[in-house]
C-alpha cells in the first residue's frame, strides 16, 4: 500500500484505513508520515499567506513563521508522548512511532482541504467571512473526528475507553506542561544560586 | 612622511565628522522642545493605533496680558467664545468678569459690573437681580446678544454687543425642574432663538428655554451604561451606598455648541466611547453612523520601569468646536491633546502637549475657531490662550475633506494625492482616496487605496461592489463554471469511492486471510 492509498482509505473507511498503519508493522514506511507532517505546516504557513485580505485575522507581515511551527510541533509532540505512555498502561496497542503516524493521517484532510479555502476566500469579504471561518472549523471538527477514530481503531478500543483515553491525554499534556514550567523555572533560580555561589568564592578566595 | 599625512589628514576628518554629530546631537535635543511633527490616528483591526504626520498646526502668538484697567491677566478663565468679526470673549471666572478682545489680543472692553444702557432705565434695575457675576462659566455671542451663564447667581445674563444688561433669565417655574438648582455652566442659542443651558448638577442633558424664558424640556439624555460587574456590586452594596448610586449616574456632558445648521456638537465626560456627539432635533447622537466610537487616546504606559507600575491615560474632552466644513475640533485635558475627526468620525490629525513652553498647555479648557480657520485654545493653568495656525498640511487636509463633503470626488482625489506627495503614509489619505474612487464605482483602484488605508470594512464595500459588478458582467461564464466543478467534484468523487471500495475490499479479505 503506498501513502495515498492509505490517506484515501482512512477518508473513505477510516476503521479500516487506519489499522493499515500496523497491519504490516515491518514494512511500513515512515518517509510518508515525515513528508505529510512537513506539509502540514507548510499548508498551515501558506494559506495564511494565502487568505484575503479583507477575510483574513492575521495581515501578511504580522505572521512569525517560527513561532507558527513553534505553536503546531508543541502540542503534537505533547500529544504523542503522552498519549503513548497512557495507551501502554491501559492496553494499547501502538507503538510511539504508529500513534505518530496515525496522528498524521488523521490530519490529511486538513493538508488536503485548507489551500482550496483560502483560495475560495478570495471570493468572499469581511461581511461574509463567517463562510470560511465555518469551513475551517468543520475541517478541523473533521480532523479531529478522524483522531478520534484512529485511537479507536488502531487500539481496538471501545466508544467509552476512547472518549476516556482522550480526555485522559489531555490531562496528562496539561500536567507535563505545569512540570515543564516549573522544572524551567527551578533550574533557573538553581543557576542563579550556582552562580552567585561562585561569584562569593571569588570573590573570598581568590580576588 | 606621506604615511604622516594621511594619518593626520584621517584624524582631522575623524575630529570634524566628530563635531558635526556633537552637533546634530544638540540640534536633535533641542527638536525635542519643539516637535517636528503631529500625530494621526486610524484604526489598525479593532485598535486605534497612532502614526507621526507633518505639523498640521504651529503656533502663531500666544495672548498672556492684555490692557485692563482692573486686572492685565487671566484668572482661572473658565470659557471661550470667538463670533463672526474673529473677536475672542473671555469668561474670567477667578475675576468675575467678561473681556472682550480682537484676534491679536487687544482688549476691546471688559464687564465685571452689569449695567444698563446709560444708567437710567428703572425697569432694568428691577429685574437686575445682582449687579455682578458669580463664578461665570460659560459664554455664548449670537449677531445681537452676548449670554453668559452666571453660575454663582444661578442666572443667564443677556448683554447687547456693547456689554449693556437686556435681560436675565432665571430659573423658570416649571414642576419638572424644582429637584435642581439653576446652576447653569454652560449655555448656546440656536439659530431660531431657543436657549439651550447645561446645568452642573443635573445629569438630564441640556435644558430648553424659548425666547421668553419659558421651559420646553430637556434634550439629548445620556445614556447609563453598566456592565456586568458594576452590577453585582451595586446588588450585593447594602442601603444607601456610595457603590449603589454612582454605578447609575448618566454621563455629564463637559460642554457644547450649536453649529450653524441647528445640530448639537457636546462632548461627554467619564465615558471612553462616544465621547463627542452631534445631536439632531430629537437629541439623538448622529455623529459616528450611531456606533460606538472610541475618540481620543485610550493607552497604559509604564511609569516605573522597576515595578511595573503603570499608568492608564483615557482621553476627556473639555470643549469642541465646528467649522463650516464640519471637521470638529474636540479638546482634551488629560494630555493636552487637540484632536480634528471629520463627519464621519475618523481622525484628521491630532496635535498639542501639556508642558510649560509656547504651545503647551497646563490646563486647557475651552478651544474656539476663527473665520479663517486660525484655532484658539484658552488655559485655565496659565490663563494663556495660544493661538494656532494651519500648516499647507493640514490646510490641503481640510480642502480635501470639504471637496469630499460636497461631492466633488475627483477635485478631492487631486488634493489628497497632492498630500500624499508630503507625506506618502498618511493613512486618512488613502482612506479618503479610497472612499473618492469608491464614490466614483472605481472599485479596482478604491480597493488597492483602502488596503494601503488598512480599512477592512472600506475594502469589502468596494470589493462587494466589485464582485457583484462582475458578477453581471460574466454571469453566464460563472455560472458555467460552477456547474462544470460541480459535475467534475461528482464524477472524481465517484470514481475514487468506486477504486477506494475496491481497494478496501482486497485489504479486508486479504487481511481476513491473515488472521
Known amino acids: ?207 | 612622511m606621506k604615511i604622516f599625512k594621511k594619518i593626520i589628514a584621517s584624524l582631522l576628518t575623524v575630529c570634524v565628522i566628530a563635531a558635526g554629530v556633537a552637533e546634530l546631537s544638540i540640534n536633535s535635543a533641542n527638536a525635542e522642545i519643539v516637535s517636528l511633527y503631529d500625530w494621526h490616528l486610524y484604526m489598525e483591526g479593532s485598535n486605534v493605533a497612532k502614526m507621526a504626520i507633518p505639523k498640521a498646526y504651529t503656533v502663531r502668538n500666544t495672548i498672556r496680558t492684555f490692557e485692563s484697567q482692573a486686572n492685565a491677566v487671566f484668572s482661572t478663565p473658565t470659557d471661550m467664545f470667538i463670533d463672526d468679526d474673529d473677536n475672542i470673549y473671555v469668561v474670567d471666572s477667578g475675576n468675575a468678569r467678561i473681556v472682550k478682545m480682537d484676534s491679536w489680543g487687544n482688549m476691546i472692553y471688559e464687564v465685571s459690573a452689569i449695567e444698563c444702557r446709560h444708567g437710567e432705565d428703572e425697569e432694568c434695575d428691577h429685574v437686575n437681580s445682582s449687579s455682578v457675576l458669580s463664578k461665570p462659566n460659560g459664554i455664548f455671542v449670537n449677531s445681537d446678544s452676548i449670554y453668559i451663564a452666571d453660575t454663582g447667581n444661578r442666572r443667564v445674563v443677556q448683554l447687547d454687543l456693547d456689554g449693556y444688561f437686556v435681560r436675565e433669565y432665571t430659573k423658570p417655574d416649571d414642576p419638572a425642574l424644582t429637584d435642581y438648582p439653576f446652576d447653569v455652566t454652560k449655555v448656546a442659542v440656536s439659530n431660531r432663538g431657543i436657549i439651550y443651558l447645561l446645568l452642573e448638577t443635573d445629569f438630564q442633558g441640556f435644558i430648553m428655554l424659548n425666547d421668553a424664558g419659558e421651559y420646553m424640556g430637556n434634550t439629548g439624555m445620556t445614556r447609563t451604561t453598566t456592565n456586568f460587574v458594576e452590577y453585582l456590586w451595586s446588588k450585593l452594596s447594602t442601603g444607601n451606598s456610595l457603590l449603589q448610586r454612582t454605578s447609575y449616574t448618566a454621563p455629564p456632558y463637559s460642554n457644547f455648541m450649536i453649529d450653524g445648521e441647528g445640530w448639537i456638537y457636546a462632548t461627554v465626560e467619564t465615558v471612553e466611547t462616544n465621547q463627542i456627539t452631534k445631536l439632531n432635533s430629537v437629541g439623538t447622537n448622529v455623529f459616528g453612523n450611531g456606533e460606538s466610537v472610541q475618540y481620543g487616546r485610550n493607552f497604559y504606559e509604564i511609569t516605573d520601569e522597576l515595578t511595573y507600575e503603570s499608568a492608564h491615560y483615557v482621553s476627556n474632552f473639555v470643549d469642541l468646536t465646528v467649522d463650516p466644513d464640519g471637521i470638529v475640533y474636540a479638546l482634551d485635558d488629560t494630555l493636552g491633546n487637540i484632536f480634528l475627526y471629520d463627519q464621519e468620525s475618523n481622525n484628521l490629525a491630532y496635535f498639542g502637549e501639556l508642558g510649560t513652553n509656547r504651545g503647551k498647555f497646563r490646563k486647557p479648557v475651552a478651544i474656539d475657531i476663527m473665520s479663517d480657520g486660525t484655532l484658539a485654545v484658552l488655559d485655565a493653568g496659565t490663563g494663556y490662550i495660544t493661538i494656532f495656525e494651519s500648516t499647507q498640511f493640514c490646510d490641503l487636509m481640510k480642502k480635501g475633506t470639504t471637496l469630499y463633503r460636497n461631492a466633488q470626488y475627483n477635485e478631492a482625489r487631486d488634493v489628497w494625492t497632492q498630500l500624499l506627495q508630503l507625506d506618502a503614509n498618511y493613512i486618512y489619505a488613502h482612506k479618503a482616496i479610497g472612499r473618492a474612487y469608491y464614490k466614483e464605482d472605481n472599485y479596482q483602484e478604491a480597493m488597492a487605496e483602502y488596503k494601503l488605508a488598512k480599512d477592512k470594512e472600506g475594502y469589502s464595500l468596494a470589493f462587494e461592489a466589485n464582485k457583484s459588478e462582475l458578477t453581471k458582467k460574466y454571469f453566464f461564464l460563472i455560472v458555467l463554471i460552477i456547474a462544470l466543478l460541480i459535475v467534475g467534484f461528482v464524477i472524481g468523487y465517484r470514481k475514487l469511492k468506486k477504486y477506494v471500495d475496491k481497494l478496501h475490499v482486497k485489504v479486508t479479505t486479504w487481511g481476513g486471510d491473515d488472521e
Open chain 1, 1 to 207: 500500500m503506498n501513502p495515498i492509498q492509505i490517506s484515501l482509505m482512512t477518508i473513505f473507511h477510516p476503521m479500516d484505513g487506519f489499522c493499515l498503519i500496523k497491519s504490516d508493522r515491518e514494512n511500513f514506511s515512515y518517509i510518508p508520515s515525515i513528508i505529510l507532517s512537513v506539509l502540514f505546516v507548510a499548508v498551515r504557513i501558506v494559506s495564511m499567506y494565502l487568505m484575503h485580505y479583507s477575510v483574513g485575522s492575521v495581515e501578511p507581515y504580522q505572521i512569525d513563521i517560527p513561532i507558527e511551527i513553534a505553536m503546531l510541533i508543541a502540542p503534537v509532540l505533547s500529544w504523542i508522548v503522552v498519549h503513548y505512555a497512557i495507551t501502554t498502561i491501559s492496553s494499547g496497542e501502538c507503538k510511539m512511532r504508529e500513534v505518530y503516524a496515525g496522528l498524521v493521517y488523521a490530519f490529511v484532510p486538513y493538508i488536503v482541504c485548507m489551500l482550496p479555502i483560502a483560495l475560495l476566500s478570495h471570493l468572499f469579504s469581511q461581511s461574509s467571512a463567517g463562510t470560511i471561518t465555518l469551513l475551517q472549523n468543520i475541517v478541523w471538527i473533521y480532523c479531529i473526528f478522524q483522531v478520534f477514530v484512529s485511537i479507536k481503531a488502531m487500539n481496538d478500543f471501545t466508544l467509552k475507553k476512547t472518549i476516556g483515553i482522550i480526555i485522559l491525554t489531555l490531562v496528562g499534556i496539561v500536567l507535563c506542561w505545569v512540570l515543564i514550567l516549573l522544572l524551567y523555572g527551578l533550574t533557573g533560580q538553581l543557576i542563579n544560586t550556582a552562580y552567585q555561589l561562585l561569584v562569593e568564592f571569588i570573590n573570598i578566595y581568590i580576588s
